[in-house]
């Protein structure tokens, strides 16, 4: 069984600063992770995927994610946050030969002036 | 790459009507596909995936249906349509190295 854990359904910051938004994951076999991210009204792209290569994944838009696994998390980061990058962002789960994902509840960032 | 075709973008329904939301692929042959629904502070649900024509597996008892009448053709459906199937339906193909591609979605409003 997979499951995905995103801590905080809201995660609010100014342009300019850190973004970190959390992924916990439960696998009972070495996992494939990923983060999409949603703009509103429209469907989910890929930021980036981590599939048991470098556990530093970098992927579009300057977003980036390690993988922990004595932590079993998957944080999602980015530097400096732009009004752009404000948009739902879902963490997801794949493992054992079963390409399904099971996604998270989403992460909402909210970037103010 | 996969190009999916999702349409209607946005249907408002009575409760108790019927329901088809159409999906295809292009690009690609024999996908995995899958519909998802996106429910208000739910985050994103497995309804339906399909390995192949014909093939169609349900992840939660509800009150919609699916069908894969062609390789690169998956529809959802409902008879009777009702309030609690309102959200934003999003159909998804598998791509390379284990990602999903994803329709622009269609939001549904039952009223």
């Known amino acids: 069984a997979q499951s995905v854990t995103q801590l905080g359904s809201h995660v609010s910051v100014s342009e300019g600063a850190l973004v970190l938004l959390r992924c916990n994951y439960s696998s009972s076999v070495p996992p494939y992770l990923f983060w999409y991210v949603q703009y509103p009204n429209q469907g989910l792209q890929l930021l980036l995927k981590y599939t048991s290569a470098a556990t530093l994944v970098k992927g579009i838009n300057g977003f980036e994610a390690e993988f922990k696994k004595s932590e079993t998390s998957f944080h999602l980061t980015k530097p400096s946050a732009h009004m752009s990058d404000a948009a739902e962002y879902f963490c997801?789960?794949?493992?054992?030969?079963?390409?399904?994902?099971?996604f998270g509840r989403g992460t909402s960032l909210i970037v103010h002036p | 790459s996969q190009t999916i075709h999702q349409w209607p973008a946005t249907l408002v329904q009575p409760v108790g009507s019927p329901l088809s939301l159409e999906c295809t692929v292009e690009?690609?042959?024999?996908?995995?596909l899958y519909w998802y629904r996106q429910a208000a502070g739910r985050g994103l649900q497995l309804l339906f995936y399909s390995v192949g024509i014909g093939q169609i597996s349900s992840e939660v008892p509800q009150n919609l249906s699916a069908s894969r009448p062609q390789d690169r053709q998956f529809i959802l459906s409902s008879k009777k349509l009702l309030l609690s199937d309102s959200g934003f339906y999003l159909c998804a193909v598998d791509g390379n190295n284990e990602k999903l591609f994803f329709g622009s979605g269609t939001q549904l409003s039952v009223l």
């Open positions: 997801a789960v794949s493992s054992g030969g079963s390409y399904i994902p099971t």
């Open positions: 690009g690609t042959s024999n996908p995995n």
